[in-house]
């Protein structure tokens, strides 16, 4: 990928508080242009690694690199509660260089926030899109919303979504959003960055990532009838179960032996087979030593 | 690409309304004008005390200077009518003092109300992060915010402590001294400002640390009622004091004068008991000499003042003199603005060390 081409690029990028480590040399690059999903399950690291991209707080070890201004939003969208929205939007303008009140006022129109209504009187999903217009206002060309629709109602959630969506097409601009509800991610995200216990375990885009992987169930046996990797396997005295991840080279449509059916995997299945084998990968790592 | 930490300026005009640098956005404008809408309630409370209490004493003084006139620019005789007004219940004297007992812990509600807030709310309200992920940096966030508030405190606390020493003065003036004890002492010289500054710096570090309102101000209470009663009671032998014996009677002269600090003087005399009473030649006396000497002092003062002259009699007398009060002034406000700056920098420390996560 060239330089511009690239929202995010870390190389062994490392916390540690005080004794336990939050994340363990994380080296990846993500697309600019894009939503990208990062997902973990709670303690993953996800928070922190969004915090050091961002510049926030420091890595142990390791250098992350972003293109371009970089703004957060933390989870629990902290506005001040006396400030009406206006004052909000003036907070933005003045501790930016750069602002753009107008993509602000715009996103509040979309959601009919009041703007002379103080932030403590506004209901959570208003407060939401208060926080995001103030983020969307300082024209970030990385944007990184920690758990943006935990807050928000599934109709919110929908319309937040395609808003993100559509703002992230109009502009060059990158979304990251952590989450690790995964079904909130159908048809928004079009790459994924998967961590377990502060590593990533899987990234790449969406498609390319459904594409490559497959269920095949057949009669019992220690391995599955066509090339690749196995990522996990389930097996019961008469039949057996894989996920198996697909060479490159490999055709889309895998050859199935006789007796053994083919099926895709939805997003949900696959970084839940990845959670899971990381998971027990990880406690087999913490038996072991 | 660019390192995250440097927050590059990556904008790109096509919006009609893109401020961009050039002072519009981010600037100096832009923080004093969140300073004043975060903290306009405390700053318009401060203003408005500090207005009434400094038109008030202002006039008080105003008044002791009219009485002090009357009398001929001397102290008022016991029993004129000047005399009655002074020692009167709610008379301009009494109101002086007890404003400036009051004014002694201005820089406590200083200390609390816009100190303590100023980083104790963002953390509790969880908007530190809202407020140091933006383009402003946390560090000028921080200083920019500390040196305009603190800019106002200088400023009401300089108009106050003119006021408050102007006022010290008349009120010395009328009672024949006590420059160098109680508020009258802590109130002039320009102590406020010190105090006020030093306790703003004081009340915004013990809120960092503590990251709660309730017990920031509670500890900020604590101090410096503790500060306070310390220096109460160190700081009349900051300097060692003058001491000498003292004859009976003391020859005009020999007094520590007006205003002076009395440190260590008089004759106690208690069952059984006398002390800082000395013969002719330096010796303490006890009370059996004493008795044995003066066998008539228990049946009046006149008694044992006629004695004690007659046998040359001497009491020790420790004392600052009133011309030393300048330099007092200067030790506390340096102790003062010590406490201060170390508040300051313990501040740097607490705000350098403060993890910033987003979740």
Same mark, same amino acid.
């Given at each position: 990928?060239?330089?511009?081409?690239?929202?995010?690029? !870390?190389?062994?990028?490392?916390?540690?508080?005080?004794?336990?480590?939050?994340?363990?040399?994380?080296?990846?690059?993500?697309?600019?242009?894009?939503?990208?999903?990062?997902?973990?399950?709670?303690?993953?690291?996800?928070?922190?690694?969004?915090?050091?991209?961002?510049?926030?707080?420091? !890595?142990?070890?390791?250098?992350?690199?972003?293109?371009?201004?970089?703004?957060?939003?933390?989870?629990?969208?902290?506005?001040?509660?006396?400030?009406?929205? !206006?004052?909000?939007?003036?907070?933005?303008?003045?501790?930016?260089?750069?602002?753009?009140?107008?993509? !602000?006022? =715009?996103?509040?129109?979309?959601?009919?926030?009041?703007?002379?209504?103080?932030?403590?009187?506004?209901?959570?999903?208003?407060?939401?899109?208060?926080?995001?217009?103030?983020?969307?206002? &300082?024209?970030?060309?990385?944007?990184?919303?920690?758990?943006?629709? =935990?807050?928000?109602?599934?109709?919110?959630?929908?319309?937040?979504?395609?808003?993100?969506?559509?703002?992230?097409?109009?502009?060059?601009?990158?979304?990251?959003?952590?989450?690790?509800?995964?079904?909130?991610?159908?048809?928004?995200?079009?790459?994924?960055?998967?961590?377990?216990?502060?590593?990533?375990?899987?990234?790449?885009?969406?498609?390319?990532?459904?594409?490559?992987?497959?269920?095949?169930?057949?009669?019992?046996?220690?391995?599955?009838?066509?090339?690749? &990797?196995?990522?996990?396997?389930?097996?019961?005295?008469?039949?057996?179960?894989?996920?198996?991840?697909?060479?490159?080279?490999?055709?889309? &449509?895998?050859?199935?032996?006789?007796?053994?059916?083919?099926?895709?995997?939805?997003?949900?299945?696959?970084?839940?087979?990845?959670?899971?084998?990381?998971?027990?990968?990880?406690?087999?790592?913490?038996?072991?030593? | 690409?660019?390192?995250?930490?440097?927050?590059?300026?990556?904008?790109?005009?096509?919006?009609?309304?893109?401020?961009?640098?050039?002072?519009?956005?981010?600037?100096?404008?832009?923080?004093?004008?969140?300073?004043?809408?975060?903290?306009?309630?405390?700053? $318009?409370?401060?203003?408005?005390?500090?207005?009434?209490?400094?038109?008030?004493?202002?006039?008080?003084?105003?008044?002791?200077?009219?009485?002090?006139?009357?009398?001929?620019?001397?102290?008022?005789?016991?029993?004129?009518?000047?005399?009655?007004?002074?020692?009167?219940?709610?008379?301009?004297?009494? $109101?002086?003092?007890?404003?400036?007992?009051?004014?002694?812990?201005?820089?406590?509600?200083?200390?609390?109300?816009? %100190?303590?807030?100023?980083?104790?709310?963002?953390?509790?309200? +969880?908007?530190?992060?809202?407020?140091?992920?933006?383009?402003?940096?946390?560090?000028?966030?921080?200083?920019?915010?500390?040196?305009?508030?603190?800019?106002?405190?200088?400023?009401?606390?300089?108009?106050?402590?003119?006021?408050?020493?102007?006022?010290?003065?008349?009120?010395?003036?009328?009672?024949?001294?006590?420059?160098?004890?109680?508020?009258?002492?802590?109130?002039?010289?320009?102590?406020?400002?010190?105090? %006020?500054?030093?306790?703003?710096?004081?009340?915004?570090?013990?809120?960092?640390?503590?990251?709660?309102?309730?017990?920031?101000?509670?500890?900020?209470?604590?101090?410096?009622?503790?500060?306070?009663?310390?220096?109460?009671?160190?700081?009349?032998?900051?300097?060692?004091?003058?001491?000498?014996?003292?004859?009976?009677?003391?020859?005009?002269?020999?007094?520590?004068?007006?205003?002076?600090? @009395?440190? @260590?003087?008089?004759?106690?005399?208690?069952?059984?008991?006398?002390?800082?009473?000395?013969?002719?030649?330096?010796?303490?006396?006890?009370?059996?000499?004493?008795?044995?000497?003066?066998?008539?002092?228990?049946?009046?003062?006149?008694?044992?003042?006629?004695?004690?002259? +007659?046998?040359?009699?001497?009491?020790?007398?420790?004392?600052?003199?009133?011309?030393?009060?300048?330099?007092?002034?200067?030790?506390?406000?340096?102790?003062?603005?010590?406490?201060?700056?170390?508040?300051?920098?313990?501040?740097?420390?607490?705000? +350098?060390?403060?993890?910033?996560?987003? %979740?």
């Amino acid at each position: 990928m060239s330089d511009d081409s690239i929202a995010v690029e !870390a190389v062994d990028v490392s916390k540690r508080y005080r004794q336990v480590w939050a994340l363990r040399e994380c080296s990846f690059q993500l697309p600019a242009n894009r939503i990208i999903a990062l997902v973990g399950a709670n303690g993953a690291g996800k928070s922190t690694l969004m915090s050091i991209i961002s510049g926030l707080l420091p !890595a142990t070890g390791g250098s992350v690199r972003a293109a371009g201004r970089v703004a957060i939003l933390a989870q629990d969208k902290p506005l001040y509660r006396d400030f009406s929205v !206006a004052d909000m939007l003036r907070f933005g303008r003045s501790t930016n260089r750069v602002w753009d009140q107008q993509r !602000a006022l =715009s996103w509040l129109a979309r959601f009919e926030v009041p703007l002379d209504r103080p932030c403590g009187r506004l209901s959570g999903g208003q407060r939401a899109q208060v926080a995001l217009a103030v983020t969307l206002g &300082t024209r970030p060309r990385l944007l990184l919303l920690d758990e943006p629709l =935990s807050n928000l109602d599934p109709v919110a959630r929908t319309e937040v979504t395609g808003e993100l969506m559509a703002e992230a097409a109009d502009s060059d601009m990158t979304v990251m959003l952590s989450t690790h509800i995964v079904a909130e991610l159908s048809g928004v995200s079009d790459h994924l960055l998967l961590l377990a216990s502060g590593r990533p375990v899987l990234t790449g885009d969406v498609d390319d990532l459904l594409a490559a992987h497959t269920r095949l169930s057949g009669p019992r046996a220690d391995r599955p009838p066509s090339p690749g &990797t196995v990522v996990a396997s389930q097996h019961t005295d008469r039949q057996s179960t894989f996920i198996v991840r697909t060479p490159c080279t490999a055709p889309a &449509t895998p050859v199935v032996a006789p007796g053994w059916s083919s099926q895709p995997l939805s997003l949900e299945d696959l970084v839940f087979t990845y959670l899971k084998s990381s998971g027990t990968a990880h406690r087999s790592a913490e038996a072991a030593a | 690409m660019s390192p995250t930490t440097q927050s590059p300026l990556a904008a790109d005009s096509r919006s009609g309304s893109l401020d961009i640098a050039a002072g519009r956005s981010g600037g100096f404008s832009g923080l004093l004008w969140l300073t004043w809408r975060q903290h306009r309630w405390a700053l $318009i409370g401060a203003l408005v005390l500090a207005a009434a209490l400094t038109g008030w004493m202002a006039y008080l003084a105003a008044d002791l200077t009219d009485i002090y006139h009357q009398c001929n620019n001397t102290l008022c005789p016991d029993n004129s009518v000047q005399a009655a007004e002074l020692s009167a219940n709610f008379g301009s004297f009494r $109101i002086a003092n007890d404003l400036l007992q009051f004014v002694e812990y201005l820089p406590l509600l200083i200390g609390m109300f816009l %100190g303590v807030p100023l980083l104790a709310r963002e953390h509790e309200q +969880r908007t530190l992060l809202l407020a140091w992920s933006q383009d402003v940096s946390p560090q000028r966030w921080l200083w920019t915010k500390l040196a305009l508030l603190g800019t106002v405190v200088a400023a009401l606390t300089a108009a106050l402590s003119g006021v408050c020493d102007h006022l010290a003065q008349v009120m010395a003036d009328v009672s024949n001294g006590g420059l160098f004890e109680g508020s009258m002492f802590m109130d002039s010289g320009m102590l406020p400002l010190a105090t %006020g500054v030093s306790w703003f710096a004081v009340g915004v570090a013990l809120g960092a640390a503590a990251k709660r309102l309730m017990p920031a101000a509670m500890t900020v209470i604590v101090g410096y009622v503790g500060a306070d009663l310390l220096t109460q009671w160190r700081y009349p032998t900051l300097i060692t004091p003058v001491s000498r014996f003292v004859p009976f009677p003391p020859p005009p002269g020999t007094g520590p004068g007006v205003n002076a600090l @009395k440190v @260590k003087g008089g004759i106690q005399i208690g069952p059984d008991q006398v002390v800082n009473l000395f013969d002719s030649a330096g010796h303490p006396v006890d009370y059996a000499a004493l008795s044995s000497h003066c066998p008539n002092f228990g049946l009046g003062p006149d008694t044992l003042t006629s004695c004690l002259t +007659r046998d040359h009699y001497q009491t020790f007398l420790e004392y600052q003199p009133a011309d030393r009060i300048p330099e007092f002034h200067l030790i506390l406000a340096a102790g003062h603005l010590t406490l201060g700056a170390v508040a300051l920098l313990a501040l740097w420390l607490t705000v +350098r060390r403060t993890p910033l996560t987003a %979740g």
